[in-house]
């Protein structure tokens, strides 16, 4: 195992896309498995050392395979997933997104691979579309806030708990933190669900506006400001990062109202150069032994014992109305009346 994490260049200025954006930067790289192994690329969102035990098991138990694994932000990820499919070249062999209507959209335009074998046929219904992606985890998008700033009787239970604790003269006023939908393609997906879902989703918003919220990127980051005391709390923030992080004085609420999962989504290029290890690596997430290593890492979340209504994102393709750009023009708008026109550092 060379476990080699390196810092990554700006490729940006390497690629010409005449597609939505420019690809920036990868976030991080590391190396799985043995020197001389065949080896694949797995571009992903999920950060390397969340998902590096379950790694390092797949390796370990396909020693022919190698792991090229890099790390990428949502929207970087499916500008370059588009823009190697209009050139009709991958280097990647799997893509592992929680942007999932991100790649839904991928496979609607014709770049990826299809793949069946057992496991994937088992899946349910709504953890995979026409045989090209599915879904491997299973996470809930949570409220996560610091024992320490706030009162027990200030935690909210639900969104109306939310919306009562923003309605009142509160210590956390600039204090609450959410995913910019913008530079989150994750965020982006959990508040547009929330719109669509939550008869709360306006006056959440004007909640927001009312206390400062805060709109940033990236769980782990949003995660380190709630336990530093920047943030007091974090609304539609994945579970799966506050629970694995192991900080004391962070706690975890599922909405009593409902409780937004999300499984993120993988996909085999249409020109991936190792399609059949890429499908390995898919089997190895669905197996037993698989879905043990992410539900010990956090990445798989039966909920259990929680009182609130789930509600799964499934992988479909009613996620395209996401994608669609007048909708998408006016819920930013939206969105940025609320939150200003730039997202916080």
Not at 43 to 70: G, H, Q
Not at 132 to 154: F, L, P
Not at 292 to 312: N, Y
Request: hydrophobic share 45%.
């Amino acid at each position: 195992m060379r476990g080699l994490l390196k810092s990554c260049a700006v490729i940006g200025a390497m690629l010409s896309a005449p597609l939505a954006a420019p690809v920036t930067a990868q976030e991080a790289v590391m190396e799985f498995g043995l020197p001389e192994a065949r080896q694949i690329v797995l571009r992903s969102t999920t950060d390397i050392a969340v998902l590096r035990p379950a790694m390092e098991l797949f390796v370990r138990e396909n020693p022919d395979i190698s792991v090229l694994y890099e790390q990428w932000g949502s929207n970087d990820l499916y500008f370059l997933s588009q823009l190697e499919c209009a050139d009709g070249e991958s280097r990647a062999d799997a893509v592992l997104s929680s942007g999932v209507h991100q790649m839904v959209d991928l496979v609607n335009a014709h770049c990826a691979t299809p793949y069946s074998s057992s496991l994937t046929e088992a899946l349910p219904a709504d953890l995979i579309w026409r045989n090209e992606v599915w879904g491997v985890t299973r996470e809930a998008a949570v409220i996560v806030y610091n024992t320490e700033r706030v009162a027990e009787e200030d935690v909210p239970r639900s969104r109306f708990g939310l919306l009562d604790l923003m309605r009142r003269d509160t210590p956390h006023t600039g204090k609450i933190a959410t995913y910019d939908i913008e530079a989150s393609g994750l965020g982006y997906l959990f508040a547009f669900s929330d719109s669509l879902e939550a008869s709360t989703f306006g006056a959440m918003l004007e909640g927001f506006a009312r206390v400062d919220a805060v709109a940033t990127c990236c769980s782990a980051t949003i995660i380190e400001g709630v336990s530093s005391g920047r943030y007091h709390m974090a609304y539609n923030v994945l579970g799966s990062y506050a629970g694995t992080v192991g900080l004391d004085n962070l706690a975890i609420v599922r909405p009593e109202d409902y409780t937004l999962y999300l499984s993120r989504a993988f996909l085999i290029p249409r020109t991936a150069p190792s399609k059949p290890e890429a499908g390995r690596l898919l089997d190895f997430f669905l197996s037993a032994q698989g879905r043990a290593a992410l539900e010990k890492i956090g990445l798989w979340d039966e909920g259990s014992g929680e009182v609130s209504a789930s509600r799964g994102i499934g992988i479909d393709p009613t996620l395209l109305i996401a994608l669609d750009q007048q909708r998408r023009t006016r819920f930013i708008s939206q969105w940025r009346a609320t939150f200003g026109p730039k997202a916080s550092p």
